[in-house]
């Protein structure tokens, strides 16, 4: 396919102000994509991102919405369509990563552990999904994470939640691979450890400890990140959907 296959789509990558996000908006808008940042919080963060693919002749907005609630997300999905067109490219990236004791978590960090992760994954979906299939045309990838399929082994009794709510993601694919298609491919994305904000504060000891146990012992980047999703949502991965592809330099080795 030509580099700039996404000429005329329009893309929205929720938390997509930094880190991954940030590199898949990156990597979309240089196929020609028009992209919809969307951040929770840091506007200053998701400008930086806007400006970044402006300035390399892209077009993108950005759009703050918390993507755990339903109507917050709708409102988003109102104004990209009326900026930016329909969104044909759905990325559901934005999440929380928050450490818990298995014997004193509470039912609240539980809970919004799920409404971010999880609720926020569904309700871009669910948004996005009626015009995808009216049109014809959707593509969407969801980014879980290795810990969906795998219990961190330094801290597994600390993770509950968070790896419930990514190997909940992983299921959410399959059946929405299967309820969607022909006319929307749903794929999903599993990172392992990759150097970004969300893993600044893992300790040097459990830095070395976890590259180490991986094949290329070393954390990914960003950017090999956004080049699997943005495989994922070309032409090039036409006939693949339903899936959720592991990148995580041979950290856990599953099926």
Known sequence: MEEREFDGRTALVTGGSRGIGRAICL???SSGARVAVNYAANRRAAEETRDRMTAAGGRAEVY??????????????DAVERDLGPVDLLVTNAGIARSADALTMTAETWHEIM???????FHAVWRAKDGMVERGYGRI????????LVPNPIAAERMIAYGTSKAAIIGFVRQCAAGLGP??????????????????????EAHARLTAAAALKRFGRSEEIAELVHFLLSERSSFTTGQTHVADGGYKFVP
Do not use: K
């Open 141 to 148: 990838v969801c980014i879980s994470s290795v810990l969906g």
């Open 64 to 77: 703050r919405a918390d993507v755990g609630d339903r109507d917050e997300t709708g409102a988003m999905f």
């Open 115 to 121: 409404r971010v992760n999880l609720d926020g994954t």
């Open 27 to 29: 990597r979309l808008a």
């Open 183 to 204: 006319e929307v491919r749903v794929n999903g994305v599993a990172p392992g450890y990759v150097a970004t904000d969300m893993t600044a504060d893992v300790s040097d």
